[in-house]
T-cell receptor, first 113, second 111 residues
Framework: SAVISQKPSRDICQRGTSLTIQCQVD?????MFWYRQQPGQSLTLIAT?????????ESGFVIDKFPISRPNLTFSTLTVSNMSPEDSSIYLC??????????FGSGTRLTVV | RKEVEQDPGPFNVPEGATVAFNCTYS??????FFWYRQDCRKEPKLLMS???SGNEDGRFTAQLNRASQYISLLIRDSKLSDSATYLC????????????FGPGTSLSVIP
C-alpha cells in the first residue's frame, strides 16, 4: 500500500486565521480523501479530493471553509479557513489505490485558541 | 438510524480471552467492508477486509451476513497489544471509493 506523509503533525492557531495541511503520497493513487476526527469520535468524511477539478464535499462541509487542492495524483492540500475553536480536531488525509484499501496519513492535530 | 453502528463498548477482557465485536449497516447496496484498528493518538490502519465467505487472518476472523446487514470481528487468544479501538468501515452504496466509518469499539486487554 501507499505511504502518506502529512504535515504539519500538529499546530496551535489563533481564531480567524487559516491553516493549510499537506499530504504527499509516495505513489500515484486513484482517490484521495480528507477526514475530520473530533475528540472521542470516529472519522467524518469532509470531501473527496479530485485531481485537476473541484473537490466533492459532503453534507455540512463547504468549499469556502475547507478549500482543497489536488494538482496531481500524489499530492493534496486542505485549508481550514477563518478558524474558530470548534475547528479544533484531528484532520486526516487518506488515499486509495487501484489494488489496495485505504491508507491514512498520520494526522494533523489542530487546536484553535 | 445511523449508517454504521457498533457495540458501544468499552470491552475489558483478560489476556487469552476471545472477544467478538458486532457491526450493523443500513445500506443494503453496500459492497465493501473492512475492519480498521486505531491506536490512541494514531491514524487508523487496515486490519482486514471482510468477504462474503468470511475470512480469517491468524487470531482474527471476520464474518459478513448480507441478509442481516451485519459484520463481526472475532479475536481469539487476546494479547495486550490488541488493545485499541476497532472501527467497522462500510462502502457507501455500490461505491468502491467512498466509505463510512462506524463509531468504533474500544478494547482493553488486561494482564
Amino acid at each position: 500500500s501507499a505511504v502518506i506523509s502529512q504535515k504539519p503533525s500538529r499546530d496551535i492557531c489563533q481564531r480567524g486565521t487559516s491553516l493549510t495541511i499537506q499530504c504527499q503520497v509516495d505513489s500515484q493513487v486513484t482517490m484521495m480523501f480528507w477526514y475530520r476526527q473530533q475528540p472521542g469520535q470516529s472519522l467524518t468524511l469532509i470531501a473527496t479530493a479530485n485531481q485537476g477539478s473541484e473537490a466533492t464535499y459532503e453534507s455540512g462541509f463547504v468549499i469556502d471553509k475547507f478549500p482543497i487542492s489536488r494538482p496531481n495524483l500524489t499530492f493534496s492540500t486542505l485549508t481550514v479557513s477563518n478558524m474558530s475553536p470548534e475547528d479544533s480536531s484531528i484532520y486526516l488525509c487518506s488515499a486509495r489505490g487501484a489494488n489496495y484499501g485505504y491508507t491514512f496519513g498520520s494526522g494533523t492535530r489542530l487546536t484553535v485558541v | 438510524r445511523k449508517e454504521v453502528e457498533q457495540d458501544p463498548g468499552p470491552f475489558n477482557v483478560p489476556e487469552g480471552a476471545t472477544v467478538a465485536f458486532n457491526c450493523t449497516y443500513s445500506n443494503s447496496a453496500s459492497q465493501s467492508f473492512f475492519w480498521y484498528r486505531q491506536d490512541c493518538r494514531k491514524e487508523p490502519k487496515l486490519l482486514m477486509s471482510v468477504y462474503s465467505s468470511g475470512n480469517e487472518d491468524g487470531r482474527f476472523t471476520a464474518q459478513l451476513n448480507r441478509a442481516s446487514q451485519y459484520i463481526s470481528l472475532l479475536i481469539r487468544d487476546s494479547k495486550l497489544s490488541d488493545s485499541a479501538t476497532y472501527l467497522c468501515v462500510v462502502g457507501v452504496g455500490t461505491s468502491y471509493d467512498k466509505v463510512i466509518f462506524g463509531p468504533g469499539t474500544s478494547l482493553s486487554v488486561i494482564p
